[in-house]
């Protein structure tokens, strides 16, 4: 059964700063990665999807990387903003998604 | 086709009632889910569909929780004799399976916040 991991379980920044957050999984026949972020008592957003063949994906000031072979990945937050505070799901996908419990970000202006 | 959509965005019942929600995929998925999240928690996973076919049911889908897609296109998650347990937000997502394998992305709708008094 896959099992996702994600440390730190919640991080507080001052603005400006670049963070990174991270997530391991235990199976590595994964098929994809995806990044999800949930603002409090919202439903998710997807940000960053990551198929089992790619290192990594960009989008904007968020770069996210998959190692499959170690069962991690990384998402990668530069220039952080208060904007940016939410909690951040990782999830890979083998024949059905599964979760980390997420780390919850704070951008302090 | 705006996304996933979800209805109530909010439900309060008292212990021992019965409840459903539903779920409205974006039209050209044949898959759908539901998740359950609790405060704090990752969602988790509770059953899915492949058009109106039950692949998977997760061992959290007790004998109260049942699922259906009649048609391959909406869901309703049925939750009978409620407990007190069982508030948390429920999510559905659906995503399409086309192409070679399912390197698609999962679309989540914006949930179903369940309380129950």
């Known amino acids: 059964k896959q099992e996702v991991t994600q440390i730190p379980a919640a991080l507080s920044v001052p603005e400006g700063e670049n963070l990174v957050l991270n997530c391991s999984f235990t199976?590595?026949?994964?098929?994809?990665l995806q990044w999800f972020r949930q603002d409090p008592g919202k439903g998710l957003t997807s940000l960053l999807l990551?198929?089992?063949?790619?290192r990594e994906q960009t989008s904007g000031r968020l770069n996210a990387s998959l190692d499959k072979s170690s069962g991690r990945s990384t998402l990668y937050i530069a220039a952080s903003q208060p904007g940016d505070s939410a909690t951040y799901l990782c999830a890979a996908t083998n024949n059905d998604m599964r979760f980390g419990a997420g780390t919850r970000l704070t951008v302090k202006p | 086709d705006t996304g996933v959509s979800q209805d109530p965005r909010h439900k309060i019942t008292k212990r021992g009632q019965n409840v459903t929600f539903r779920c409205d995929p974006i039209s050209e998925h044949n898959r759908l889910y539901w998740y359950r999240q609790t405060l704090g928690q990752g969602p988790e996973f509770l059953t899915y569909?492949?058009?109106?076919?039950?692949?998977?049911k997760s061992r959290l889908l007790s004998d109260r929780f049942s699922a259906e897609r009649p048609k391959g296109s909406f869901s309703t998650l049925e939750i009978q004799r409620t407990e007190q347990g069982d508030s948390a937000m429920y999510l559905c997502?659906?995503?399409?399976?086309?192409?070679?394998?399912?390197?698609?992305?999962?679309?989540f709708g914006s949930g179903t916040r369940l309380t129950v008094v």
């Open positions: 569909f492949q058009n109106e076919a039950q692949l998977e």
């Open positions: 199976d590595s026949a994964i098929y994809n």
């Open positions: 997502a659906s995503r399409s399976t086309g192409g070679a394998g399912p390197n698609y992305g999962y679309t």
């Open positions: 990551i198929q089992s063949s790619q």
